[in-house]
């Protein structure tokens, strides 16, 4: 594999993560958000990722083959909390308001998740950086 090809490959990691870290940090901006029916209510979206190496074994690759990309962003399946808030003037007329699914713990393992495999994507091209560097070095000598 050419030293190229490293720099897309990772490159199109690092574009899928920071969609992912953006995903999250929405979810968490939206966590306390209240709404007066479960339709209406802010739900967690989760971004899903497609393997590029499926176009690499038909032979139509492009620039990132080997690489990933974002398919698309999707709603958590979690079910929207109710509770009673007879106070709140987004309450229903039974006096429950609809609380956000996101779960703050799940959102900061994802960040955490997200942000390491972005900084183990930053060292691949480092590395990959430095072996085209060394490279050079010894085809000038």
């Keep these: 594999m050419a030293l190229d090809r490293i720099f897309n490959i990772a490159g199109s990691a690092l574009n899928a993560q920071t969609v992912r870290m953006n995903a999250t940090a929405s979810n968490l901006a939206n966590s306390g958000t209240v709404a007066s029916s479960e339709q209406e209510a802010f739900r967690a979206r989760r971004t899903k990722f497609q393997s590029v190496l499926e176009d690499a074994m038909r032979g139509t690759q492009g620039p990132y083959a080997g690489g990933v990309r974002v398919q698309g962003l999707v709603n958590d399946p979690t079910p929207i909390r109710r509770m009673a808030d007879p106070g709140n003037p987004l309450a229903d007329k039974d006096g429950f ?28 091209v480092n590395t990959a950086r430095t072996l085209m560097s060394k490279t050079i070095d010894i085809l000038k000598a």
């Design 97 to 124: 308001v609809y609380m956000s699914n996101v779960n703050e713990m799940t959102e900061m393992v994802e960040m955490m998740a997200s942000s390491r495999t972005y900084q183990n994507n930053v060292e691949v």
